[in-house]
């Protein structure tokens, strides 16, 4: 019988290469964080407590707040999971009504039983240039759904969605506040918003009341990583922290939130410059994606440019096919496979090597079609 730890270091000592989560890919290798075993503790004097955070962890969570520009950050270990139950939870009462597009993530969907709530859905528009994928939440469409519907106590939509499509959220933003509603926004796939002008701008900055980040998905942290930010006082804070206390560990993980803490101190210390170059290196990558002849990189304004959506609607395999010769034939391991499309996830965490490795793979696939 194979055991887990094993395999993990086997497979960490291998030529796989990652283009899916998590954002530090392997490669970021913080000198900050020491050995796990080393540092896993539970709340001992000096090291306070998550839940009651009065010393460390409240600097901690405050200068991530001021990083972000925030009124206030609160740290999850329970990834954006935990942070999306608490934000509905907080935000619409036991057994009011939400207006929620159609896809969003699971724990949506689980806040809504949970806590016994009515949801009406907003769809993402179809567009031409986004057919492979769901395009994004129209304004016009949630303001329409508040004005039919007076019962509505919060919208909730996700941008970017898993593949990098962005709505508009200041204009969504501005329209629930004119219906007396809070925005909360699922932007786990963007915590590198706003981190370079290459990428768009965060939820945080466009007026959503709400916002909630997996940092382990686009940034240098370790998985189950995750910030709730509330931008307003649209939500309450004492019920976003009552509601954080209940769908998190009593016990959480000290590895994990100094992984958040090393994260954040990177990005204010470094982030200029790997940013830079994560974002010159993936320009460059792009570039040559275009010239593919049968494979088609996905590209639109309205997404997120750290996503590769490989569209094989002019290649003779499916995108399952694509997806495991990537895997087994040059290692790379790809982040999504859908029947039209592959999906590759790219992070600061990103190397040279890696972005050559997979263009030149394409490139190789690519030309085997003529």
């Known amino acids: 019988m194979k055991r887990l730890e094993e395999e993990l270091n086997k497979y960490g000592q291998s030529d796989y290469y990652a283009f899916h989560m998590p954002g530090h890919k392997r490669q970021m290798n913080d000198a900050a964080i020491a050995h796990p075993f080393s540092i896993d503790i539970t709340e001992i004097e000096g090291f306070d407590n998550l839940h009651h955070a009065t010393g460390i962890l409240q600097d901690a969570q405050e200068e991530a707040a001021e990083f972000y520009g925030v009124q206030e950050s609160i740290f999850s270990v329970n990834g954006s999971t935990a942070a999306l139950l608490s934000a509905v939870s907080a935000a619409v009462r036991r057994g009011g009504k939400i207006l929620m597009a159609r896809n969003c993530h699971k724990a949506v969907y689980h806040a809504v039983y949970l806590r016994d709530l009515e949801a009406e859905y907003v769809y993402p528009k179809w567009e031409a240039q986004t057919a492979m994928v769901n395009g994004p939440i129209q304004p016009e469409d949630v303001e329409l759904a508040l004005e039919a519907d007076a019962d509505i106590q919060a919208v909730l939509i996700t941008s970017p969605t898993y593949d990098g499509v962005v709505s508009d959220v200041a204009a969504i933003a501005d329209i629930t506040h004119r219906y007396g509603v809070p925005l909360l926004v699922d932007e786990a796939h963007g915590a590198h918003f706003g981190m370079h002008p290459y990428f768009p701008v965060s939820a945080v900055k466009l007026g959503a009341d709400v916002v909630i980040q997996s940092l382990h998905k686009t940034l240098p942290a370790l ?148």
């Open 223 to 370: 998985t189950q990583t995750a910030i709730l930010h509330r931008c307003s006082d649209w939500v309450s804070s004492e019920a976003l922290h009552r509601f954080m206390g209940i769908y998190q560990t009593s016990s959480p993980s000290y590895v994990l939130m100094s992984s958040i803490t090393s994260c954040i101190h990177v990005m204010k210390d470094q982030g200029t410059v790997l940013f830079e170059s994560y974002v010159n290196l993936l320009r460059t990558c792009r570039e040559r994606m275009k010239k593919l002849q049968h494979i088609r990189l996905l590209e639109s304004e309205i997404m997120d440019p750290s996503k590769l959506v490989l569209s094989v609607e002019n290649l003779s395999m499916t995108g399952s096919q694509l997806y495991t010769i990537l895997l087994e034939k040059y290692h790379l391991q790809m982040e999504m496979e859908a029947p039209g499309y592959v999906l590759a996830l790219t992070s600061v965490g990103d190397t040279g090597e890696g972005f050559m490795r997979l263009c030149a793979a394409l490139e190789e696939i690519d030309q085997d079609e003529d």
